[in-house]
């Protein structure tokens, strides 16, 4: 069984930053992508972010520019870099696993972060 492990939320004022890891427990060569997805209270969750096993990434209009996903090969983590934060990005944030370019096999228990204004 796969195991995604968050770290990294926390509370931050409106225009810091925070770094998001998402550590698999498996090679994450063996998926088509590892991405971030956030939900906030009464809404839908939504992706934010991915890389592809290629190494492409792929970042939603909503937080390009601003937020940053990148991996770390040799510890089969994925980060999520994200600056100038917003009081609208408060939400959960689920780190997931693709088997394809449109099936998530695996979730992460998620971490909260809270942006203050």
């Known amino acids: 069984q796969v195991q995604l492990v968050e770290s990294g939320g926390g509370l931050v004022q409106s225009g810091g930053s925070l770094r998001l890891s998402c550590q698999v427990s498996?090679?994450?060569?063996?998926?088509?992508?590892v991405g971030w997805s956030r939900q906030a209270p009464g809404k839908q969750r939504e992706l934010v972010a991915r890389?592809?096993?290629?190494?492409?990434?792929e970042v939603e209009d909503s937080v390009k520019g601003r937020f940053t996903v990148f991996r770390e090969i040799s510890k089969n983590t994925v980060y999520l870099q994200m600056n100038s934060l917003k009081p609208e990005d408060t939400a959960v944030y689920y780190c997931s696993a693709y088997l394809d370019a449109d099936r998530i096999g695996y979730w992460g228990r998620g971490t909260q972060v809270t942006v203050s204004s």
């Open positions: 498996a090679n994450i060569f063996r998926f088509y992508a």
């Open positions: 890389i592809t096993n290629v190494g492409n990434s």
